[in-house]
């Protein structure tokens, strides 16, 4: 079977220290997790950034900081800047990190409850503003899809041409307001794309290996990290984002599944193939 890329979300905007103390806040924590992450088999770093005192930011200066510090202890890791952001923000806000040379962010593709008064906002102007961007800049994008209503706008703004081929999905199933991670709904998500796209899962709590597992099993790929399980098993935290990368990689043993290098990841997803130019 095709290789395994392994992303890991090291950090996102939402959890904190009082969850799981092992959530990178400054410049060194941020760059010593995805560091960590990369030494157990993540070939992606999918990145939010935050001030020193834990709130999130998608400030471009703190991103370029962050991967600078990044590239010095992983030169060839992918990092994969979210333009998701936190709840609230503005789109102009989210988009910073496009502004600096990256290969790939993410493109969240459908707006959704987030709990309690929480609703992220993404409508389809936003998908259309942000695509372009990331067209214009050569930035592959991440399709964040919550449930199946965002697949079936993909694939009619593909259709429309503002979003291209190849296309990589990301199902990140089980936030409280979209879909759950079971079986079935992999399945169905699953079958809904192309055959001729590459997908990823990010199974959110209790579905991150359930549902990475699945991904192994059906030729998909896999994100685990912080910022979707701050757990290793019930009830036992993990001790940081490299114990969740690692039983991943477990899971591809067990499936006979070979992990992706960062340059084998590139070549699967078509990221711009003059990433020199790109020098952060
Ligand atoms: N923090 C969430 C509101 C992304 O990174 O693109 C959005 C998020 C998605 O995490
Ligand atoms: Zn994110």
Redesign the pocket.
Known sequence: MNKLIITCAIS???VTKQDNPFIPYTIEETAEQAYQAYLAGASII?L?VRNDDGTPTQDKDRYEEAMKAIRKKCPDVIIQP??????GMTRDERLQPTELPIEMA?L?CGTLN?GGDDI?VNTENDIKYFAKIMHEKNIVPEL?CFEKGHIDLVLRLHKKGFIFDPMHFSFVLGVNGGMTGEERDFLFLKESIPTDCTFSVAGIGRYEFPLAELAIKHGGHVRVGL?DNIYLSKGVLAQGNQDLVKKVVELAKKHNREIATPEETRKILNIWEKKNEKTL
């Open positions: 996102g905007a939402e999918h939010h979210s333009t998701g952001g936190a709840v993410t969240d987030f992220f964040e910022e």
